[in-house]
C-alpha cells in the first residue's frame, strides 16, 4: 500500500514555517483517500471530515495526523499483481496539492507505471535488475535500511546479497511496492525555502516483513526504517530514517508510530504584484533608451 493540534503552527525550527491552508485530495474515487485524526493524546482514528488542512499541521515528532493518498490500494488484492496490463500498473494516481507560502506542490501516490517503466525507452518490465525506480528503491533499501543493521556480519550480509533477486521478486509479487505506493502525509510545511514533509511510517518495519516474507525471516533483523514513496512534485521521495511520531493507530502492527521526514525544494510563484512591478520597470526602462 489530520491534526487539530494549532499550536504545532509553531514548528520546532529556528525560522518561520508556513503550512498549506489551501490543500485539498483529488481521487477518482472518496474510497481512495483516508484521514487520520487524533482523537485522545497518542490515539489516531478514521475521520474523513476531519480538514484536509488540519491534518497536516504537526510536526515529526507530534504527528496529530495523516492524509493517506490510494488508501485502498493495499487492500484490494487486484492489485497486488504489478504485471503490465494488470490493475495496478494504471491505477490513476491520487493526489494532494495547495500551495504553502506561495510555493505550489503536488504530492502524489504511485502506480505500477511509476515503478517499472524503465529508463530510456526500455518499456515496463518486473524484473529484477531493471532501470526502473522499483530496482532503485529495492537496492537502496537493502544497502541502506537493512546491511548497516546487520552489524558487519559478513555471513549475513553475503547471504542478503545473493538472495537480492529472489527477494526482489518475492517482495513484487506479495504486494510490496503496492503497500509502499500508498503515503500517508503527516505534516507539510515551507520553511527557508524548502518543504518539509512528513510520512506516517512505522518505526520499526520488521515485522511487518516478517509476515510478508517469512522464509527470509533470518535475513530481516530487528529496527528496519523504510518509508512508503511518494512523489513530490513528480520527484520519487523516501526515507530509511524515522523518529517516534508521538501517535499510533490501535491496530495490529501500531501503524504511524513513526515519521520521516523529506524535504523538497519549494520554488514560489511570483505574487501578481511584483510581476506588475517588473513589467512597469521593463518598461521605463524601455522608454529611456527611446
Known amino acids: 500500500m489530520t491534526s487539530f493540534l494549532l499550536p504545532l503552527l509553531v514548528a520546532t525550527s529556528a525560522s518561520a514555517v508556513t503550512y498549506s491552508t489551501d490543500a485539498i485530495v483529488t481521487a477518482p474515487e472518496p474510497t481512495q483517500s483516508y484521514i ?5 493524546p497518542g490515539n489516531l482514528v478514521l475521520d474523513n471530515t476531519h480538514p484536509v488542512t488540519s491534518a497536516l499541521q504537526g510536526t515529526a515528532g507530534a504527528a496529530g495526523g495523516n492524509v493517506e493518498l490510494f488508501a485502498t490500494g493495499d487492500l484490494n488484492p487486484l492489485y497486488l499483481d504489478p504485471a503490465n496490463g494488470q490493475p495496478f500498473s494504471t ?12 510555493a505550489p506542490f503536488t504530492l502524489t501516490s504511485l502506480n505500477g507505471t511509476t515503478w517499472f517503466t524503465t529508463t530510456g525507452g526500455g518499456g515496463y518490465s518486473t524484473a529484477y535488475g531493471s ?26 550480509i553475503n547471504l542478503l546479497n545473493s538472495n537480492r533477486p529472489a527477494l526482489f521478486n518475492a517482495f513484487r509479487d506479495r504486494g510490496g511496492f503496492t503497500e509502499l505506493s500508498d503515503p500517508n502525509i503527516s505534516h507539510l ?6 518543504f518539509n514533509i512528513g510520512l506516517a511510517g512505522f518505526i520499526d518495519q520488521s515485522p511487518r516483513l516478517r509476515v510478508l516474507l ?8 530487528d529496527g528496519i526504517q523504510a518509508s512508503e514513496v511518494v512523489l513530490v ?10 523518529v517516534a511520531s508521538g501517535v499510533t493507530l490501535m491496530d495490529d502492527f501500531q501503524s504511524y508510530s513513526g515519521t520521516y521526514v523529506i ?3 519549494a520554488i514560489p510563484v511570483p505574487e501578481p504584484a511584483g510581476v506588475a512591478l517588473s513589467a512597469l520597470a521593463g518598461l521605463a526602462l524601455l522608454r529611456r533608451r527611446r
Open 214 to 221: 517469512p522464509e527470509y525471516g533470518l535475513l530481516i533483523p
Open 131 to 156: 532501470t526502473n525506480l522499483a530496482n532503485t528503491w529495492f537496492d537502496d533499501f537493502v544497502d541502506n535500511g537493512i546491511i548497516p543493521l546487520l552489524g558487519g556480519n559478513a555471513i549475513f
Open 233 to 242: 512534485n513528480d520527484v520519487p521521495k523516501y526515507s530509511f530514517s524515522a
Open 36 to 40: 487520520y485524526r487524533e482523537a485522545t
Open 91 to 102: 491505477v490513476p494516481l491520487v493526489s494532494l496539492t495547495g500551495t504553502a507560502n506561495n
Open 189 to 194: 510545511y515551507e520553511d527557508a525555502g524548502q
Open 263 to 265: 524535504t523538497a525544494p
